[in-house]
């Protein structure tokens, strides 16, 4: 087979990106050592700025977003037994969609079969080869090694793909931060408690109540890195979980059996640079965020975009330079929205060496987030997401 874009990965980044060059007649395939299902059986993010979502309405596959995806102007903080908003609307003027990740992984997914685009599902070893010269991918399938030549490889293969393995040591700097806790999950179908999310500073530990839609809610509790997700029974999780918020809030708390549970680690990674030859690391093959800030997802979108806008004018206007300056633009942006999760991190997790003294300057600098117009506007115009 030859194509002129080879993607590995058909998560967010890869489906993406792969609609929109089909949208732009450019030829591609999608790789995956998964099926469908698998993916879709993932539970991750879910809330999308809005550059992400106005990227999945230029990809066509938008509509059950727009239909079913709610919109919420504003978040609150919790912190010393009170709350405070954090009115996105009024302070940037923009909102932020709640829709799970995984449906709009399904989005893509069925947008990209009803338009005829190539995926390959169940690849194993799939290799990115020769990315300095004549590239080409080889995967195995059905007991099979098979060839893909192509102009240019997009790894969208995630935090432990083949294609962040392959530059490894090709000149990759790697800078990454590891956290000493990790996010349980719970996803039930209970109503959210609360209409926005709220981002809980206690004590015992961070906390999140966000949700997937007025009847399905995804709750988080911080644990230590030694925790077992077998050791936690819902009810345990939900005890816990109230424990972290206000009184009011755990009170009206609606708890049910869950769908899905895990725990997730926290850590900021990113690669430097994101292009090696025609290979370009895209989403968390390239750079990984703790999800305090809600970006991984959105990260990937403003990768997705900006690399797009390179093949396109490589393909349709013969030029290079948006296809060279890919690397530079989006490392722009991912070290802001790196900064940005990690200060939110900062500022909600218990650190194992906070102290008395760090529980205090936390409270103190969400005390001053609360009163300070100018610190709400800086905390609502990372959350809404930096211009691309
Ligand atoms: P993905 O990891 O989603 O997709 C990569 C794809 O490549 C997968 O389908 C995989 O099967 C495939 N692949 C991997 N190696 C391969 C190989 N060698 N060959 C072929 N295929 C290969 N972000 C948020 O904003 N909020 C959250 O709450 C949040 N929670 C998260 C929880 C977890 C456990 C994880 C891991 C991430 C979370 N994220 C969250 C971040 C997440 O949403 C990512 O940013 C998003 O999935 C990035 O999408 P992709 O870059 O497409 O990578
Ligand atoms: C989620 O709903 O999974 C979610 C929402 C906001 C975050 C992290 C996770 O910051």
Redesign the pocket.
Known sequence: MRVQVAI?????????LGQLLTNAGIDNVI????DRD??LG??????LESGTTRLLDEAGAGARMHAEGLIHDGFSLSFSGRRHRIDLKRLTGQSVTVYG?TEL?HDLMDRREATGGKAIYN?????PHDFGGAPYVT?EKDGVTHRIDCDFIAG????????R?AVADKGMKAFERVYPFG?L?VLADVPPVDHELIYANHIRGFALC?QRSLSRS?Y?VQVGLEEKVENWSDDAFWDELRRRLPDDVAQALVTGQSLEK?I??LRSFVAEPLRYGSLFL?????H??P?T????????AS?VHYLFEGLRDFYLDKTDAALDAYSSRALARIWKAVRFSWSMTQLLHRFPDSGDFGQRIQEAELDYLTTSHAAQEAMAENYVGLPY
Do not use: E, F, M
Request: charged fraction near 15%; aromatic fraction near 6%.
């Open positions: 590995i990965g058909s998560g967010p980044s890869g489906l993406l790789l995956d050592r998964v698998y993916i993932r539970i991750r993010a879910g809330v990740q992984t690849a194993r070893n799939v290799t995967y969208c293969d995630g935090a432990h793909g083949a294609s393995a996010w999950g966000s995804r988080y895990s997730a680690p895209v989403g968390d093959a390239g990984v965020v999800p800030g809600a970006k991984g997802l959105n990260l990937a990768d």
